[in-house]
Antibody, heavy 120, light 112 residues
Framework: VQLAESGGGLVKPGGSLRLTCVASGLTFSDFYMSWIRQAPGKGLEWVSY????????QYADSVKGRFTISRDNAQNSLYLQMNSLEAEDTAIYFC??????????????WGRGTSVTVSS | DIVMTQSPLSLPVTPGEPASISCRSS???????????LDWYLQKPGQSPQLLIFLGSSRASGVPDRFIGAGSGTAFTLNISRVEAEDVGVYYC?????????FGPGTKVDFK
């Protein structure tokens, strides 16, 4: 089971970035998926999660209205569209396999993360 | 929103000795189904976080039985029966009862 994030990089304040997480070795459509971030030298911050079909999403207050989570089950892919980026969004972004619809088993698989730097 | 706190924030340990980390939530994490929606994660130096405990006391697959999660409602504890060298890192609790989910600030465990 593997999750691989990509799409990070350096972006100016106010800019946009789209992160991708590709899953392998699991039935992607069976699981909710989450994004979690970690600012340099700081702790973990939950960002967003999405249901198996994509019809239900939740966001942290800090990103609500600026970030959009989505998924493509046919491509085993999870996305995070980040708009209106701020310096405070600078972090490593991890994707994680989340719950099943009828069973919570924790976030049992994490990717290695992709780094996002927001700076002028 | 639920706020998570942990203590201590730094925990020097001795290999072979027990260790304990406390986690508290600002609201109960006990669901009507009888489960506490509280996880424990360990982030080893230079690595991604890994799941240790879910639903308060259920050990994740492959996690050694020296890791024991306990507690209910708003007070939880992660106990390590005998600390080993590979256990150093930062331990986080996280509530999964409601959105937005929230992590505790983390407890850094290293050797004395």
């Amino acid at each position: 089971v593997q999750l691989a994030e990509s799409g990070g990089g350096l972006v100016k304040p106010g800019g946009s970035l789209r992160l991708t997480c590709v899953a392998s070795g699991l039935t992607f459509s069976d699981f909710y998926m989450s994004w979690i971030r970690q600012a340099p030298g700081k702790g973990l911050e939950w960002v967003s999660y999405i249901s198996t079909s994509g019809d239900s999403t939740q966001y942290a207050d800090s990103v609500k209205g600026r970030f959009t989570i989505s998924r493509d089950n046919a491509q085993n892919s999870l996305y995070l569209q980040m708009n209106s980026l701020e310096a405070e969004d600078t972090a490593i972004y991890f994707c994680a396999r989340d719950r099943r619809p009828k069973a919570y088993l924790g976030m049992g698989v994490w990717g290695r993360g992709t780094s996002v730097t927001v700076s002028s | 929103d639920i706020v998570m706190t942990q203590s201590p924030l730094s925990l020097p340990v001795t290999p072979g000795e027990p260790a304990s980390i406390s986690c508290r939530s600002s609201q109960t994490l006990l669901h009507s189904n009888g489960y506490n929606y509280l996880d424990w994660y360990l982030q080893k130096p230079g690595q991604s976080p890994q799941l240790l405990i879910f639903l308060g006391s259920s050990r994740a697959s492959g996690v050694p039985d020296r890791f024991i999660g306990a507690g209910s409602g708003t007070a939880f504890t992660l106990n390590i029966s005998r600390v080993e060298a590979e256990d150093v890192g930062v331990y986080y609790c996280m509530q999964a009862l409601q959105s937005p989910r929230a992590f505790g600030p983390g407890t850094k465990v290293d050797f004395k």
